[in-house]
């Protein structure tokens, strides 16, 4: 996938400048540069805030425009694997033009989905399936072991930190979808 030339061809066609994206993301010219030349690959935090201010959705970036089955085969799922990071998202929905976003997320011990806490429309629900999982949520800090579940509202700002010995995997379903 091409993200940099799909976020290009976006800010060219809405008549944004790159100084004008910079200011509207807090990002820094020269970075949202590289990132339009697939020089560098954006965080999720940076990719929220590049598809906020551009006004879209980040599945706008996945959405390759078949049609699709209900159903995810295993070896169908789509991953997302951001570089530099040791999380992996496959969607266990078939496509993200859904009002809801199922994700099978695989953190591996030490990782953690954003080094800032972030924010964004919806409510997420996720649930552990192995591992150990801290929440960060707003002022409050929660611990999430096998079998036990989290519902919050994603406006509040938030993070999760694999904070076991071994690989986190968890369920999490998010309304609307955030990828």
């Known amino acids: 996938m091409e993200l940099g030339k799909k976020i290009r061809q976006l800010r060219t066609s ?10 509207m993301t807090g990002l820094s ?17 940076t990719l929220w805030k590049i598809t906020k201010a551009l006004d879209i959705s980040i599945n706008y970036f996945f959405n390759d425009g ?3 089955s209900p159903i995810v085969r295993k070896h ?8 530099n990071s040791r999380v992996t ?10 009002k809801m976003e199922i994700l099978l997320v695989e953190i591996e011990p030490g990782e953690c989905n954003s080094e800032e806490l972030i924010s964004h429309e919806g409510e997420e629900c996720g649930f552990i399936l192995s591992g150990t999982l801290k929440i960060k949520y707003g002022e409050e800090e929660y611990v999430l072991y096998e079998g036990d579940s989290i519902y919050f509202d994603s406006t509040v700002p938030h993070r999760y930190i694999n904070i076991g010995d071994k690989k986190c995997i968890s369920i999490w379903a998010m309304t609307p979808p955030s990828f």
């Open 14 to 23: 809405k008549g944004i400048s790159i100084a004008q994206l910079a200011k």
């Open 29 to 45: 010219t020269g970075i949202i540069s590289q990132i339009e030349r697939n020089m560098v690959s954006p965080t999720v935090d």
């Open 66 to 68: 078949q049609r699709l």
């Open 89 to 98: 998202y496959m969607l266990l929905s078939p496509d993200l033009r859904r």
């Open 76 to 83: 169908d799922r789509k991953k997302i694997i951001l570089p």
